[in-house]
């Protein structure tokens, strides 16, 4: 069932570069600029003459769309969940010298914002609109039913990847998607919203808003593909897809070295959970024992060193939900020392992997027309670790803690691939100094202000020069396509667009004094909004990432206001002293919330998890699987969960073929596995690490046999225990319960049948594959009496 990824790969650049170099003499430069008002292009008349044979004709090859002669590659590289205090390029203790080397080559720019949040991000970057005009006012996950929040990016917003891709540019996704449905990326699509829909010749990475690192849930285009080795033989999703994107771009260049190319490079970095090897985590062993109050200040007073912030900038006030460094126990400090060493550790690997895209840049044969784009980070830095940070992410995501001496006697394994760690709230704050809050919290500069990069060796003279003019990630669209030479065009795909409301802020790249790019922008994300006009912010903290089990509702709602021309950091609340501006500004909020689709607000955050979405599996409860069912997400597969259950397979086997998984959902952290092991049919239930095993008493028959698996729900609270009972021709063979069931979420791993993909629900298989033959499996639910 595994999938040799080269070969495929290989297969597909060559054929596409032997029909593009087939093409390339006929083409001719045309692009939006020339004042279409459409993409694609229409079919180019043909100009020859048409005879009764080739004797009497002339032939006319059509001309077809090319970028302009001068036009630049664009690298577009997004981190994940990185906080504005935390690599060295902007003042933090984490060292990136990769990214270091980048700013000394170009340009930083300090006041640059996303939308605080990932998917939403991703959305206003990719189509140059803001995230509710995009329909990703929030995640796919919690997904509603209206225009600004059901997360399918309509066509009437059409993406960068396809004006590139119709004016004659090579282009490629590489990583993180998470702006595709969650309950569309499955293999069996639909497959409109995908990267290879949405402007991309190439795409290999993931759908969803993370993925195990040692074990991802890897597509390439569209065909789900496994790693060609496992973590003990050294594999990490990071270096594949680097690999991938330094091959697709050389093999470009190979065939056709002037022709640009457009390239999306997004790592799930840094991202929970967290992967790195033990190696990466010890080289920060003991460089933070000092507490996330401390690395507060140490940034601040390095950022104002640096030029960074202002000299005159203050901290702003520290989160009275965060616990004092010094009132911790000794366990707690080692706990939470432990997590943030290997947050770094893993984020001194990604820059390493980073560096070694930009060396293989910095080697193209045009590397002088090349405009870099690093934005490092899609919101700030993550408290979604809670108050104690995890070791099981999707364990504490479920709701359910561990104690921090449970987590402790695991502390070697933190980072590997039996772990899935994020770190606790306080150092969410620090990574965000010197401003308030944290990732989702739209409403103030720590979820929103992300540092950036950009070099264009070409055209950015200014090397190591600082950009403080206030800028949001709506305005790469138009910054690209400035310098491509490409305008938006009126429609794409026989749809009429929406306007792009980024701007292009190409003007800095060659004045530090530039003009001011935007006066106004709003924010919202759950609820937690804002309002940037003229120098001013009116801010309203809302809801807390750690705490989605509240929705606070609209009734008392405090605002703040802070003139950031002045106060860089959001310190000083101005609201009581310039009541009139505040009011002018939460009127100015709701005119443009109107405007772009924000409402209907929405403060639910599990609540919303719960709301029923669109899904292939519609209003059924009976399934039949077969062989080649694998990598289907857990949206897309039957519901099992607080529910009573039944599972028959029919298998036909011999003696040498009695072993591997008929049916499997989950991984390590958690999840189920029905298998055969030395030929007895074995259930294993996995709930986040306290394993049940129920194994046959009889052996499997020879030829066809069924292996029908009972389960009955005790019922009452979500997550309620019940009896899994195993039988092998009806007849029963095993007998188990289990006290808990998982009420939420397995996690980020997938549903198959006849192997177990990525992170192994168990280790404890003899054969993973299976190795006899699957008829089918059916799947029945049953109602909760």
Same mark, same amino acid.
């Given at each position: 069932? /595994?999938?040799?990824?080269?070969?495929?790969?290989? $297969?597909?650049?060559?054929?596409?570069? =032997?029909?593009?170099?087939?093409?390339?003499?006929?083409? /001719?430069?045309?692009?939006?600029? +020339?004042?279409?008002?459409?993409?694609?292009?229409?079919?180019?008349?043909?100009?020859?003459?048409?005879?009764?044979?080739?004797?009497?004709?002339?032939?006319?090859?059509?001309?077809?769309?090319?970028?302009?002669?001068?036009?630049?590659?664009?690298?577009?590289? =997004?981190?994940?969940?990185?906080?504005?205090?935390?690599?060295?390029?902007?003042?933090?203790?984490?060292?990136?010298?990769?990214?270091?080397?980048?700013?000394?080559?170009?340009?930083?720019?300090?006041?640059?914002?996303?939308?605080?949040?990932?998917?939403?991000?991703?959305?206003?970057? $990719?189509?140059?609109?803001?995230?509710?005009?995009?329909?990703?006012?929030? $995640?796919?996950?919690?997904?509603?039913?209206?225009?600004?929040?059901?997360?399918?990016?309509?066509?009437?917003?059409?993406?960068?990847? *396809?004006?590139?891709?119709?004016?004659?540019?090579?282009?490629?996704?590489?990583?993180?998607?998470?702006?595709?449905?969650?309950?569309?990326?499955?293999?069996?699509?639909?497959?409109?919203?995908?990267?290879?829909?949405?402007?991309?010749?190439?795409?290999? !990475?993931?759908?969803?808003?993370?993925? #195990?690192?040692?074990?991802?849930?890897?597509?390439?285009?569209?065909?789900?593909?496994?790693?060609?080795?496992?973590?003990?033989?050294?594999?990490?999703?990071?270096?594949?897809?680097?690999?991938?994107?330094?091959?697709?771009?050389?093999?470009?260049?190979?065939?056709?070295?002037?022709?640009?190319?457009?390239?999306?490079?997004?790592?799930?970095?840094?991202?929970?959970?967290?992967?790195?090897? *033990?190696?990466?985590?010890?080289?920060?062993?003991?460089?933070?024992? #000092?507490?996330?109050?401390?690395?507060?200040?140490?940034?601040?007073?390095?950022?104002?060193?640096?030029?960074?912030?202002?000299?005159?900038?203050? =901290?702003?006030?520290?989160?009275?939900?965060? &616990?004092?460094?010094?009132?911790?126990?000794?366990?707690?400090?080692?706990?939470?020392?432990?997590?943030?060493?290997?947050?770094?550790?893993?984020?001194?690997?990604?820059?390493? %992997?980073? !560096?070694?895209?930009?060396?293989?840049?910095?080697?193209?044969?045009?590397?002088?027309?090349?405009?870099?784009?690093?934005?490092?980070?899609?919101?700030?830095?993550?408290?979604?670790?809670?108050?104690?940070?995890?070791?099981?992410?999707?364990?504490?995501? +479920?709701?359910?803690?561990?104690?921090? %001496?449970?987590?402790? /006697?695991?502390?070697?394994?933190?980072?590997?691939?039996?772990?899935?760690?994020?770190?606790?709230?306080?150092?969410?704050?620090?990574?965000?100094?010197?401003?308030?809050?944290?990732?989702?919290?739209?409403?103030?500069?720590? !979820?929103?202000?992300?540092?950036?990069?950009?070099?264009?060796?070409?055209?950015?003279?200014?090397?190591?020069?600082?950009?403080?003019?206030?800028?949001?990630?709506?305005?790469?669209?138009?910054?690209?396509?400035?310098?491509?030479?490409?305008?938006?065009?009126?429609?794409?795909? !026989?749809?009429?667009?929406?306007?792009?409301?980024?701007?292009?802020?190409?003007?800095?790249?060659?004045?530090?004094?530039?003009?001011?790019?935007?006066?106004?922008?709003?924010?919202?994300?759950?609820?937690?909004?804002?309002?940037?006009?003229?120098?001013?912010?009116?801010? #309203?903290?809302?809801?807390?990432?750690?705490?989605?089990?509240?929705?606070?509702?609209?009734? +008392?709602?405090?605002?703040?206001?802070?003139?950031?021309?002045?106060?860089?950091?959001?310190?000083?609340? =101005?609201?009581?002293?310039?009541? %009139?501006?505040?009011?002018?500004?939460?009127?100015?909020?709701?005119?443009?919330?109107?405007?772009?689709?924000?409402?209907?607000?929405?403060?639910?955050?599990?609540?919303?998890?719960?709301?029923?979405?669109?899904?292939?599996?519609?209003?059924?409860?009976?399934?039949?699987?077969?062989?080649?069912?694998?990598?289907? &997400?857990?949206?897309?597969?039957?519901?099992?969960?607080?529910?009573?259950?039944?599972?028959?397979?029919?298998?036909?086997?011999?003696?040498?073929?009695?072993?591997?998984?008929?049916?499997?959902?989950?991984?390590?952290?958690?999840?189920?596995?029905?298998?055969?092991?030395?030929?007895? &049919?074995?259930? @294993?239930?996995?709930?986040?690490?306290?394993?049940?095993?129920?194994?046959?008493?009889?052996?499997?028959?020879?030829?066809?046999?069924?292996?029908?698996?009972?389960?009955?729900?005790?019922?009452?609270?979500?997550?309620?225990?019940?009896?899994?009972? @195993?039988?092998?021709?009806?007849?029963?063979?095993?007998?188990?319960?289990?006290? /808990?069931?998982?009420?939420?979420?397995?996690?980020?791993?997938?549903?198959?049948?006849?192997?177990?993909?990525?992170? &192994?629900?168990?280790?404890?298989?003899?054969?993973?594959?299976?190795?006899?033959?699957?008829?089918?499996?059916?799947?029945?639910?049953?109602?909760?009496?």
């Amino acid at each position: 069932m /595994k999938t040799q990824q080269p070969i495929r790969f290989q $297969l597909f650049i060559l054929a596409s570069l =032997l029909i593009m170099t087939a093409c390339q003499q006929t083409r /001719k430069e045309t692009s939006s600029s +020339n004042g279409t008002t459409k993409l694609p292009y229409d079919d180019p008349e043909f100009q020859g003459k048409i005879g009764r044979t080739y004797r009497d004709s002339e032939m006319d090859w059509p001309d077809l769309p090319s970028p302009k002669a001068d036009a630049p590659n664009v690298i577009v590289i =997004l981190l994940d969940d990185v906080g504005f205090g935390m690599t060295s390029t902007f003042g933090g203790s984490i060292p990136t010298p990769n990214l270091d080397s980048l700013a000394s080559e170009g340009l930083r720019y300090n006041r640059f914002h996303t939308t605080a949040v990932c998917g939403p991000t991703r959305a206003a970057l $990719l189509t140059g609109r803001n995230h509710h005009q995009s329909g990703n006012g929030f $995640l796919a996950e919690w997904a509603t039913g209206y225009p600004g929040y059901n997360t399918l990016i309509p066509r009437s917003t059409a993406t960068i990847g *396809k004006v590139m891709k119709y004016n004659g540019v090579n282009t490629a996704w590489f990583g993180k998607n998470h702006n595709t449905p969650d309950w569309e990326t499955s293999a069996a699509g639909p497959f409109d919203r995908w990267p290879t829909s949405m402007g991309f010749d190439y795409f290999y !990475g993931f759908n969803a808003g993370e993925t #195990h690192q040692y074990y991802p849930v890897i597509f390439e285009n569209t065909v789900p593909v496994e790693p060609d080795k496992t973590p003990e033989e050294g594999y990490h999703f990071q270096t594949d897809m680097t690999d991938r994107a330094i091959e697709w771009m050389k093999l470009q260049k190979s065939m056709s070295p002037d022709k640009p190319v457009f390239m999306y490079y997004a790592p799930g970095a840094m991202h929970a959970p967290h992967h790195v090897t *033990k190696e990466w985590r010890d080289k920060f062993k003991g460089k933070f024992d #000092h507490g996330w109050d401390k690395e507060r200040e140490i940034t601040f007073a390095r950022q104002k060193e640096m030029g960074i912030v202002p000299a005159d900038a203050k =901290l702003s006030p520290r989160n009275e939900d965060i &616990p004092e460094w010094d009132s911790l126990s000794d366990e707690q400090k080692e706990f939470y020392t432990l997590l943030y060493e290997n947050y770094a550790g893993y984020f001194a690997f990604t820059d390493h %992997e980073v !560096g070694r895209l930009l060396k293989a840049i910095s080697e193209l044969p045009d590397a002088e027309n090349t405009l870099v784009m690093y934005i490092v980070g899609d919101n700030g830095a993550s408290a979604e670790g809670g108050l104690d940070g995890t070791i099981n992410e999707i364990k504490a995501l +479920n709701g359910i803690s561990s104690t921090i %001496e449970e987590n402790l /006697k695991k502390a070697d394994e933190v980072g590997g691939p039996t772990t899935e760690p994020h770190f606790p709230i306080g150092w969410a704050f620090a990574g965000n100094t010197p401003f308030p809050w944290v990732k989702q919290v739209a409403s103030h500069f720590g !979820g929103s202000r992300n540092p950036m990069v950009v070099t264009w060796p070409k055209v950015i003279k200014d090397k190591g020069g600082i950009r403080s003019q206030f800028l949001h990630v709506i305005d790469v669209v138009p910054t690209i396509l400035e310098a491509t030479g490409l305008e938006f065009p009126e429609y794409v795909d !026989g749809v009429k667009q929406k306007p792009v409301v980024g701007k292009s802020f190409y003007s800095t790249f060659t004045n530090g004094n530039a003009e001011e790019i935007r006066t106004t922008q709003y924010f919202e994300v759950l609820s937690n909004r804002a309002i940037y006009h003229e120098g001013w912010v009116a801010a #309203h903290q809302h809801t807390k990432p750690w705490r989605q089990d509240i929705a606070p509702g609209y009734e +008392n709602e405090v605002w703040q206001l802070y003139n950031i021309d002045e106060d860089f950091s959001e310190a000083v609340d =101005l609201a009581n002293e310039y009541p %009139e501006k505040l009011k002018e500004l939460k009127v100015l909020f709701d005119k443009e919330a109107e405007k772009y689709g924000v409402y209907p607000l929405d403060d639910r955050g599990a609540g919303r998890l719960t709301v029923p979405k669109p899904s292939p599996l519609g209003d059924r409860t009976n399934f039949t699987f077969y062989e080649g069912a694998i990598r289907i &997400p857990e949206t897309a597969s039957p519901n099992t969960k607080n529910k009573s259950w039944i599972l028959e397979a029919l298998l036909e086997t011999d003696a040498q073929h009695k072993e591997g998984v008929i049916n499997a959902i989950g991984g390590l952290g958690g999840g189920y596995s029905l298998y055969i092991q030395d030929g007895y &049919p074995t259930f @294993l239930y996995n709930f986040f690490e306290e394993v049940t095993k129920i194994k046959s008493s009889k052996k499997l028959p020879d030829g066809m046999a069924s292996v029908k698996l009972d389960f009955v729900y005790d019922g009452g609270k979500p997550g309620s225990g019940g009896v899994f009972t @195993l039988f092998i021709n009806n007849e029963k063979v095993a007998e188990g319960r289990v006290d /808990k069931t998982v009420a939420g979420r397995y996690g980020i791993e997938t549903f198959g049948i006849g192997i177990d993909s990525g992170s &192994p629900v168990t280790k404890d298989y003899s054969a993973n594959e299976f190795l006899g033959r699957i008829a089918e499996v059916n799947i029945q639910l049953k109602p909760n009496k």
